[in-house]
Every structure is written in structure tokens, then in C-alpha cells.
């Protein structure tokens, strides 16, 4: 049995992870109330610019039947640091300080600038006792899509691809299934926690893929295509749904006459520094995560340019004998599952 912070900050986790496809650039985190070794009320952050977790936290608690004097003197587990500035919404050491906290128990610190320790030091400062770091391996885990966005100013990136027992990513000019009916549901729910995806303009060609979450609940991410000469055609299903799609071209967007009201073009230019404007454009549409899912040369041109924060690999017992050849990563998995018969690998690399 865990000891008591541990076991309130897990469900601090537990709460957290139920906001993470909808929380964008920010922070998934949970919150609880506890007083007397009872659970009180607990919050989340839903949705990003909406509340944050401590602020439902204490919304659920003020819904309850408790006297006023039962909401003094509690203590508070939050799955981050609170936040002490105010942005779309109060700070939340402002909300604590209010409340009557005595004691506030914290997994990880918040590394967004203005936040990144300021938070913990106003608590200290009102008087209440602040504990941090508490099962902070898991804690980072879950704040590091924030955090990377906050320190890096551009989204978390995930690279994705489905490799066959030989090492192809597909035959040549085709589409090849490689994945089974489990990793590919998952691969949705990777699509459903992410903000944008992205692929380059054979794959777009040659799969003809949609880039949803059809076999998943959640919302689908914003799809984005890399076609510089604009030589993808209108027909494809990426152009042809109801889901919106970004065009990155080299191509001046004031001659281009739009496909249809869901494509977006965006003009960048297709030299060096593409990949690192891309992101910048993504940052300032807070783009919080980015999952590309190739194919070879898109894969390669982010770990060219270590622009790659974690990447997941599923394996297949498909024989393909000659095809596109996957990237090689030269390191041990961190984590690997198997579903059915595919393996499934994750590197974190950030
Ligand atoms: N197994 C899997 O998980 C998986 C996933 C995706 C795709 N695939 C397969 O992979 C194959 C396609 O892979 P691919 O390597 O031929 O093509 P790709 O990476 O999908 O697209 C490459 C093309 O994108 C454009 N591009 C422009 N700038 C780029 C940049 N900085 N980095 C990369 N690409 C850039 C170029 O088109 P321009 O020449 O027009 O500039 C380039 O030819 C398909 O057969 C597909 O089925 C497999
Ligand atoms: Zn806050």
C-alpha cells in the first residue's frame, strides 16, 4: 500500500488523464480535496481556457453539503504546480490562499516561465505548507507535453510509424496494412490525444488516408499536409470531409483558389529551416502536440533535426522483402506492449 501523499497524488493522475484530449498547450492536471483522510471533492482540467483543476476542485466542494467549517484546513493534492499568474482564468494560489489550505501536496513543478517554482513560493509564503515532487517520475511524465510547449515554444512531438518484421514501412507506391485491428484502434487513440498530425505528400498520395479518430472516441486532431509543389489532388479524402486540413506550400496562398472551406493554406518556404518555421506557425496556433505519421522522409527530417520528444513504433510479423525502408533507432525501448501480434515500442527521448 502506498503511503498517503503517494496514494492521493495517483488519483490526482487518474483525474489529470481524463482531460488530455481536450486540453491543447496546456497543462493536464487533477486535483483533490482532502481533510481527515477523506476525499472531499476532485476536479480536472476539462478543457483548455476553461477552468483549471483546483478551481473545480473547490467548485465541487462548494456543491457539496459541508459546513463552512469543514472547508478550512484542508489539505490539497495536485497532480502540478498551481499556477500564480493570471491568464484566461485567476491564479490558482490566489484561489488556495482564499480557501483556507493548510497544506498543499504537488507532483511537478510547472516550467512555464513566469510559473516554474513562483507558484510553490506564494504558497510558502501565505504560510502553507507546500510538498513537492511527490511520484513526480509519473508527474513529469504527464506534465511534459505542457512543458516542453512552455520551455521549447513549440508543440511536444510524437513520431508514428507501423514497421513490417523486415523493416519496410510499406512496398513501394502502395498502400500496405501493416498494423492489426488492436494497434490500429490505438493508433486512434493516439490520434484522439493529439492536436495536429502530420504527413508528407506521398504518403498523403499513396494512402490516401483520412487522419481520424473513427475507431476511437475523442475528437480528431487538426490534419496537416506537406505539399510544396501543390501536387496532391483535390479527390483525396483528406480534402473531401468535414474535418479541417492545413496545405504547407511553397506556393504563394493569395493565387491559390482554396479547395474547399476546411483547407487552410500556409506559405513556407521549403529550405533549411521549414521543419523550425512549421513549428513556430503550430506555436502560435497553440498546437500543443504534434503526432507525425510519416512516411520515410518526413520521419527522417525530424530525427535529422532532433525534433523529436518520444516516438512509438509498432512492429508487425508481416514479411514485405523490399519496400520503403523505415528509420532505424539505434536505442533501447522504454516501454514496450504487445497487442496481439503486434509490438508495440515507445522511446522517450525528452
Ligand atoms: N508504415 C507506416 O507507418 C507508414 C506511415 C506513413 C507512410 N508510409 C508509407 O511511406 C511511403 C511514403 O514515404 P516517403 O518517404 O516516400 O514520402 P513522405 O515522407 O510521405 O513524403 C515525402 C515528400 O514530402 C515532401 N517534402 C517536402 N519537404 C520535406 C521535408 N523537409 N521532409 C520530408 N518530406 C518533404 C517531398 O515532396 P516534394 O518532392 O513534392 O517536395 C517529399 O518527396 C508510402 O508508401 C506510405 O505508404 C508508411
Ligand atoms: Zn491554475
Not at 172 to 194: A, C, D, M, P, Y
Amino acid at each position: 500500500m502506498l503511503a498517503d501523499n503517494r496514494l492521493y497524488i495517483h488519483r490526482t493522475f487518474d483525474l489529470s488523464r481524463l482531460g488530455v484530449q481536450n486540453v491543447r498547450s496546456n497543462p493536464a492536471v487533477g486535483s483533490i480535496i482532502v481533510k481527515n483522510n477523506v476525499i472531499l471533492s476532485e476536479g480536472y482540467h476539462k478543457k483548455f481556457g476553461e477552468k483549471h483543476a483546483e478551481v473545480n476542485a473547490f467548485d465541487n466542494l462548494h456543491n457539496s453539503q459541508l459546513t463552512e467549517n469543514d472547508k478550512l484546513k484542508v489539505t490539497l493534492y495536485v497532480s502540478l504546480e498551481p499556477c500564480c499568474i493570471v491568464g484566461k482564468t485567476a491564479a490558482c494560489t490566489e484561489l488556495i490562499k482564499q480557501n483556507s489550505v493548510t497544506n498543499v501536496v504537488i507532483s511537478s513543478i510547472d516550467k512555464t516561465p513566469k510559473v516554474d517554482g513562483n507558484g510553490v513560493a506564494i504558497l510558502e509564503n501565505a504560510g502553507i505548507k507546500t510538498t513537492t515532487n511527490i511520484e513526480s517520475v509519473v508527474g513529469d511524465q504527464i506534465a511534459k507535453t505542457r512543458n516542453i510547449f512552455a520551455i521549447q515554444q513549440r508543440p511536444y512531438i510524437t513520431l508514428k510509424w507501423a514497421v513490417s518484421q523486415d523493416g519496410f514501412l510499406s512496398s513501394i507506391g502502395k498502400q500496405t496494412t501493416l498494423s492489426n485491428q488492436f494497434s490500429k484502434r490505438l493508433v486512434h487513440k493516439w490520434r484522439s490525444e493529439n492536436d495536429a498530425i502530420l504527413i508528407g505528400t506521398n504518403t498523403a498520395l499513396t494512402d490516401n488516408p483520412q487522419l481520424n479518430t473513427r475507431h476511437y472516441f475523442g475528437p480528431s486532431p487538426l490534419r496537416i499536409v506537406l505539399d510544396r509543389t501543390l501536387r496532391l489532388p483535390f479527390s483525396l479524402k483528406l480534402f473531401t470531409d468535414e474535418y479541417p486540413v492545413w496545405i504547407i506550400t511553397e506556393q504563394p496562398t493569395n493565387t491559390i483558389h482554396p479547395i474547399n472551406d476546411t483547407v487552410t493554406y500556409h506559405n513556407i518556404r521549403f529550405d533549411h529551416a521549414l521543419l523550425k518555421n512549421l513549428m513556430d506557425l503550430l506555436y502560435k496556433a497553440n498546437v500543443g502536440t504534434l503526432l507525425v505519421e510519416g512516411g520515410a522522409q518526413v520521419l527522417g527530417s525530424f530525427i535529422d533535426e532532433n525534433l523529436c520528444d518520444e516516438i512509438r513504433i509498432i512492429k508487425s510479423n508481416h514479411i514485405i522483402g523490399q519496400g520503403v525502408v523505415a528509420p532505424k533507432i539505434q536505442q533501447k525501448a522504454d516501454e514496450t506492449i504487445q497487442m496481439d501480434s503486434d509490438t508495440v515500442s515507445f522511446y522517450y527521448l525528452s
